[in-house]
């Protein structure tokens, strides 16, 4: 298997701009979580979904934020407007059992807002 | 909310070194998971414990349930263990939720 798959790996935009950022879990993994790194506050969970339903979005930090998961292959993370205070490393993991097991992270998207 | 602490958040070493690394938690827990983060970015799971010590290769992980402590060894570490180490709490009352420690930044020199 491939692994997580996240796209695009580094993401360079203007305040204002629409940023959709994409990932594909690894195949029979039921969860689904989008995670947020800074310097200032770490590692955050935003959003996770089981078997394609969200399941807890209060991570999301305000309604700029949406999350997706049309099927089980494939999410995305928009953020619309964007700011800079966004710029960040997006993590989207998956795993069989939720946090009770083994989560697979994706390789991250770093994006910048200017 | 569960606070988790690491210590400590930064620890150079000399390669054949036993490397400890702790982190504390505030309340209980179902679940701790240990994370590495390579330099260039990519986080790897290491362990997830709920109990008891856990080993693969030359990293041990323990958990003391009552201290709400777990700590991650290193034994033999080389230049290549260089990473992140994060420590990560599942909550007892969480619907899959981590809370996560800021880190241990390791640095192993030849």
């Known amino acids: 298997d491939a692994g997580v798959i996240q796209s695009p790996r580094h993401e360079v935009t203007e305040m204002g701009q629409e940023v959709t950022l994409r990932c594909k879990p690894i195949s029979g993994h039921d969860y689904l979580f989008w995670y947020r790194q800074t310097m200032m506050r770490g590692l955050e969970l935003l959003i996770y979904f089981n078997n394609n339903v969200p399941i807890d979005d209060s991570g999301m930090p305000e309604d700029r934020f949406s999350a997706k998961m049309p099927n089980a292959s494939f999410s995305t993370l928009k953020i619309q407007p964007s700011e800079p205070r966004d710029s960040a490393v997006y993590f989207c993991a998956s795993s069989w059992a939720g946090s009770t097991d083994t989560q697979y992270f994706g390789p991250g998207t770093r994006l910048t807002v200017l | 909310k569960n606070e988790v602490e690491q210590s400590p958040q930064n620890l150079t070493a000399q390669e054949g070194e036993f490397i400890t690394i702790n982190c504390s938690y505030s309340v209980g827990i179902s679940a701790l998971h240990w994370l590495q983060q390579h330099p260039g970015g990519g986080i790897v799971s290491l362990f997830m414990?709920?109990?008891g010590k856990k080993k693969h290769g030359r990293l041990i992980a323990t958990i003391n349930i009552q201290e709400k402590h777990s700590s991650l060894h290193i034994t033999a570490s080389h230049p290549r263990d260089s990473a992140v180490y994060i420590c990560?709490?599942?909550?007892?009352?969480?619907?899959?939720?981590?809370?996560f420690g800021k880190g241990t930044l390791l640095t192993v020199n030849p």
């Open positions: 990560a709490v599942l909550s007892g009352g969480s619907n899959y939720k981590l809370t």
């Open positions: 414990l709920s109990s």
